[in-house]
């Protein structure tokens, strides 16, 4: 199924700006990463990101990123297992935004990698259960 590109210009993938080509599964699939941002970083695809910093939200997440990977950065034990699912779905969306259409993964990839990190967050949240003699 294909049709015109109309979606919200910040949800739209790089290579549908241009109103005559017809929306495909790496452009939904682009369209969700960015929904998965905006989730995980509390801003709208759109907020102050451009005025502020000149870019889109893909765009702002790239560098940021960049800017925060420090080596030797270690989480605390205590918050190791929340900012690992927390970076699990950043990587997630990171695959989703990729520039280039054949680098995004089919939606039921995107689908299975969220499901793996639901049921990782449960087996390490169990084996916290234990560990605290619960």
Known sequence: MKSNCSATFFYTAPECRDIR??????????????????????????????????????????????????PGDKPNSSNET???KLQALLN???????????????MREVLKMIKDVRAEARVSSNNNDHSLGR
């Open 21 to 70: 080509k017809s929306l495909t599964q790496p452009v939904d699939v682009y369209s969700f990463g960015v929904l998965l941002l905006e989730l995980l970083t509390g801003k709208t695809p759109s907020q102050d990101l451009v005025q502020e910093h000149g870019s889109n939200i893909p765009t702002w997440v790239r560098l940021v990123r960049e800017e925060e990977t420090e």
């Open 82 to 84: 929340s900012i690992g």
């Open 92 to 106: 997630i969306a990171m695959t989703c935004i990729a520039i280039a259409p054949d680098n995004r993964p089919a």
